[in-house]
């Protein structure tokens, strides 16, 4: 069973920096992509980054967050810097896991990053 773990959450001041990591505590499989989502209260959940066989970022974060991944570790890491107020929200990480017949996603329970002053 797959068991993914992220840490690295809390509370920040606006412009500050945190470091996110995700575990995959379970059955250790070699992951297509590893993501990281978030969502924000009263929105729905959105892409932030993907390490996949392409890296990837959304608009809002480009050039601020990294995202990287050890396959070894089976970690990703997401690095967030210059944080701003409408970067909280809970930080989600993703698995995914493509075979020839389907595709499979794995998710982290969450973890909380607030910005504020």
């Known amino acids: 069973q797959v068991r993914l773990v992220e840490s690295g959450g809390g509370l920040v001041q606006p412009g500050g920096s945190l470091r996110l990591s995700c575990s995959n505590s379970g059955s250790i499989f070699s992951p297509y992509a590893m993501s990281w989502y978030r969502q924000a209260p009263g929105k729905q959940r959105e892409l932030v980054a993907t390490?996949?066989?392409?890296?990837t970022y959304a608009d809002s974060v480009k050039g601020r967050f990294t995202i990287s991944r050890s396959n070894a570790d089976n970690t990703v890491y997401l690095q967030m810097n210059s944080l701003k107020p409408d970067d909280t929200a809970v930080y989600y990480c993703n698995f995914q896991k493509r075979t020839n017949s389907r595709t499979l996603d794995y998710w982290g329970q969450g973890t909380q990053v607030t910005v504020s002053s």
């Open positions: 390490a996949g066989p392409s890296t």
